[in-house]
């Protein structure tokens, strides 16, 4: 049974950094695009950093120069290194996957950015 496991949100001030990880594991045959989303409170879920399994990667434009996202196809995992976070930034992310043609999410883990 494929399932998605998130780690690393945690409690961080303004300027601070997190790494998230998630890794996929249970009857995998292939993987495509892994990528990360986030919901924060009263919001719909968005679109953090996307990448393909030959590792090209997007980003949603508030992101963009402050969070890296990165795979390792040999380990079904992907991260997502964040920098210089803000409040705006706080949410629960979610990893998310397209395993043997269907798509996956994880738990969420829930990272608050304090000011």
């Known amino acids: 049974q494929v399932q998605l496991v998130e780690s690393g949100g945690d409690l961080v001030q303004t300027g601070g950094s997190l790494r998230l990880s998630c890794a996929a594991s249970?009857?995998?045959?292939?993987?495509?695009?892994m990528g990360w989303y986030r919901q924060a409170p009263g919001k719909q879920r968005e679109l953090v950093a996307v990448?393909?399994?030959?590792?090209?990667?997007n980003y949603v434009d508030s992101v963009k120069g402050r969070f890296t996202i990165s795979r390792d196809n040999g380990k079904n995992t992907v991260s997502l290194q964040m920098n210089s976070l803000k409040p705006e930034d706080t949410a629960v992310y979610y990893c998310?996957?397209?395993?043997?043609?269907?798509?996956?999410w994880g738990q969420g883990t829930q990272v608050t950015v304090s000011s």
């Open positions: 998310n996957a397209r395993i043997n043609a269907a798509v996956f």
């Open positions: 990448i393909t399994n030959g590792g090209s990667r």
């Open positions: 249970g009857g995998i045959f292939s993987i495509g695009p």
